[in-house]
């Protein structure tokens, strides 16, 4: 990608970004994503699903090593989260590749929301993430090896169908078991 084409790229997000890409914050914008999961997925109280994704960059001037992912080309660790219909609701674009996953989640302003509305009384809105990331009361993971039948595995199940559906747009969302 030329720097050109990222000087524009980056235009239009910062012009368009929050009137189009806007995590949820009201109950009744909440409750829209919350009823859409439930629809699609038998999953209830889900605000959206999380993940990150690689997106090649051209080489940085500086820092080039904080840029180099695990697959060894460099690029930015995007982190995105979407809703029940693949909508992405909050990316955030600050992190070099090399960065994980789970810290760009700790330093993230959506993770901060979530928790100070779960200490002010909010229990039922969470995301979905991978095996990646921290099991949080409001970011949801698979139980790992869940065997067939206990209420583990349904609700496991249940995570994989709804993440696996929401990584079918670029891999928004990847289940990492």
């Known amino acids: 990608m030329s720097r050109a084409v990222e000087e524009v790229t980056t235009a239009i997000v910062n012009t368009l970004a929050e009137e189009w890409i806007c995590f949820p914050t009201t109950p009744q914008a909440k409750n829209i994503i919350k009823e859409g999961f439930m629809e699609k997925f038998n999953f ?3 605000v959206g ?3 990150c994704t690689h997106v090649e960059i051209l080489r940085p001037l500086v820092e080039e090593h ?4 695990r697959k060894g080309y460099q690029s930015k660790n995007i982190q995105l989260i979407c809703d029940h219909n693949l909508k992405i609701i909050n990316i955030n674009s600050r992190y070099a590749g090399a ?3 789970s810290f760009i989640w700790r330093n993230s302003a959506v ?3 979530l928790e100070r509305n779960y200490q002010r009384g909010e229990r039922n809105s969470w995301l979905l993430g991978d095996s990646g990331y921290p099991q949080e009361p409001w970011l949801m993971r698979p139980v790992i090896n869940a065997l067939p039948g206990p209420p583990e595995y349904r609700y496991t199940q249940a995570h994989i169908h709804g993440l696996r559906r929401c ?3 670029e891999e928004i969302v990847v289940y990492m078991a």
């Open 44 to 46: 209830s109280g889900v």
């Open 49 to 51: 699903a999380l993940d």
């Open 66 to 69: 904080n840029y180099i992912n």
């Open 99 to 101: 960065t994980h996953d």
């Open 111 to 113: 993770r901060a929301e």
């Open 167 to 169: 990584s079918s747009l």
